[in-house]
């Protein structure tokens, strides 16, 4: 999340007029500051929305909770929808701040705007749907309902979503009465999962996994073609649902770490970095400078590592193992440059509240720079090698189109939605450590294939290595934890908070509940949750055989989407 640089200006577009001068005099007790002015100007938006002035607390992380009363609520979603405002999560929680029932937390982001709106709305055991209004809202309220047994009663898609067949009736493990390992009987279903039909002339359907000939995590894809083209495909993941959330439940803040850690394997240090910065907001850390040039350096790590196996991904999808082979070598050179900095080849254990448990010494940071400085050579040498092949141009070239208008409704973000013209970067639109002083650059394609991803990638790679140089030549002396941390570790008040990071499959999205020093509820939404939705829309019509590389160059985690 992000500071509150050009937090109104930002607004303005989207919400109407301030009302009144905000330009306080310096004799005044309270100071025009950013945070004032941006939590008037969401009050301002809330009034044109819902008619009235709402009650706004601004959050520990740039965020403003609002809640809303059911009539108020229904009535501000669809304004919501007509401002462009962008659904990017929704969660529950039980018994939140003490009241019985359940909150259902709807969290939004504007276009252009570094704020993010959390409408706040309490629920008994049935209430509505919005996926109607918001599409991407479908995935949530069935993993809600799964989760604490709500019901959305007039949703259009009632199925499971994590919870499979085998599941017994009434079980919801993410209620507070529920305690792990008490689940039951669990018997082969009676009915299986129902499939949304598609007949008619000519039609038939080629059912793929969900296990499969590669050594991957289970997804099951049903494709419904006429022919060898694609007219629909629905997905159907969730097979190992390994209960990260609950697991995190009545555990100490740093305890949760190394959960964090496993959300997804290749996400190691985003997903580290995203649940101790929202714990850092709510206990007030602030986190050393070269503490913070050190966790930028392994997230860019990560980030080439992961786009490293996704180009070699594509190529061996296609056929061309020789072209694949300098991806690889330097993927693996860069495994063991994480090995040598942090003693992990995913760098696991490093990231730590208040800062990074382990210091990288300047002369290991030298051996890395000097190392980049033969990296970007040859991966560059690499590109050409693949631009110079017409046939994989021609194979990567249209395939799999991505369109543009569905980023918003589905809140796709990464280096997917940067293939078909997406600007949005939290590193850039919601800075977090030291992306506030030192940015990437963005990389942009328009044409939303296979190709542009490939691109996209391969230009983030090269940025990575840049910005990780850069980072190198200019990072401070001095702590590498915050002085506070260990008070403030056995003593993190009670608050919550809401952080993202920019993984390498784009916007992770992590909120923390901390009650008695333990953490109550953590919620975790990853990139892939929300980007496997489009692999539906890129793959329709295009051939079967095409499938693999479109899946490849999307290259989504299951284990990050399957909590």
């Not at 706040?120 to 209004?133: D, L, Y």
Request: hydrophobic share 40%; net charge neutral; aromatic share 10%.
């Amino acid at each position: 999340m992000s500071s509150n640089k050009n937090t109104v200006s930002s607004l303005m577009p989207a919400s109407p007029k301030l009302r009144g001068n905000y330009q306080i005099s310096s004799n005044s007790a309270v100071l025009a500051t950013p945070s004032v002015l941006a939590t008037r100007c969401a009050t301002d938006l809330m009034i044109d929305i819902a008619g009235k002035e709402p009650q706004i607390e601004r959050g520990k992380n740039n965020e403003f909770y609002i809640p809303l009363a059911e009539e108020e609520f229904l009535k501000t979603v669809p304004a919501l929808s007509e401002k462009g405002f962008i659904l990017i999560s929704l969660f529950c929680v039980q018994d939140f701040e003490g009241k019985p029932g359940f909150t259902l937390f709807y969290i939004f982001r504007m276009n252009s705007s570094t704020d993010v709106f959390a409408f706040m709305r309490h629920v008994r055991k049935e209430t509505t749907s919005i996926a109607t209004i918001f599409p991407s809202a479908c995935w949530y309220e069935r993993e809600i309902r799964d989760g604490f047994g709500i019901e959305f009663t007039d949703a259009f898609d009632k199925r499971r979503l994590f919870l499979h067949e085998a599941y017994p009736e009434g079980f919801h493990p993410l209620l507070k009465s529920f305690k792990n390992g008490k689940i039951g009987a669990v018997q082969n279903p009676e009915e299986a999962y129902s499939f949304k039909k598609v007949e008619g002339e000519g039609v038939y359907q080629i059912p793929v996994g969900p296990v499969h000939a590669g050594i991957i995590e289970p997804g099951h894809f049903r494709f419904s073609v006429i022919g060898e083209p694609i007219f629909n495909l629905e997905i159907r993941l969730f097979y190992k649902h390994r209960g990260i959330e609950k697991l995190a439940e009545g555990k100490s803040p740093s305890a949760c770490i190394p959960i964090a850690e496993a959300i997804s394997g290749d996400e190691t240090v985003a997903n580290a970095v995203a649940f101790c910065t929202a714990v850092e907001k709510i206990a007030g850390i602030e986190i050393p400078e070269r503490a913070n040039y050190l966790r930028a350096i392994l997230l860019e790590l990560e980030r080439i590592y992961s786009h490293m196996g996704d180009l070699s991904g594509m190529i061996t999808d296609i056929g061309f193992p020789r072209m694949t082979t300098p991806f690889l070598i330097l993927r693996e050179n860069i495994f063991r440059q994480n090995k040598f900095l942090t003693g992990s080849r995913f760098m696991r254990g490093t990231i730590y509240l208040g800062g990074v448990k382990k210091e990288i010494s300047g002369e290991v940071l030298s051996k890395l720079d000097l190392y980049l400085k033969t990296f970007v050579p040859q991966f560059e040498s690499a590109i050409t090698a693949v631009h110079a092949s017409s046939s994989l141009i021609d194979r990567f070239s249209t395939t799999g189109v991505l369109k543009k208008k569905l980023i918003a409704p589905l809140n796709l973000t990464g280096p997917i939605a940067r293939a078909a013209g997406a600007t949005y970067d939290v590193r850039l639109d919601h800075p977090y450590g030291i992306y506030k002083d030192i940015p990437p650059e963005r990389a942009i394609k328009m044409a939303g294939d296979v190709l542009s991803r490939f691109e996209v990638k391969a230009a983030e790679v090269l940025n990575s290595a840049f910005l990780i140089k850069k980072l190198i030549a200019s990072i401070p002396e001095g702590a590498i934890i915050a002085e506070t941390t260990e008070f403030s570790i056995s003593n993190i008040p009670d608050g919550y908070a809401l952080s993202m990071v920019e993984a390498a499959r784009g916007q992770n999205l992590h909120w923390v509940y901390v009650r008695s020093g333990l953490t109550d509820r953590y919620k975790v939404r990853t990139a892939s949750f929300c980007n496997w939705q489009a692999i539906e829309h890129a793959v329709l019509g295009n051939i079967v055989p095409d499938f693999p590389l479109i899946n490849k160059s999307f290259n989504l985690s299951y284990a990050g989407t399957d909590l």
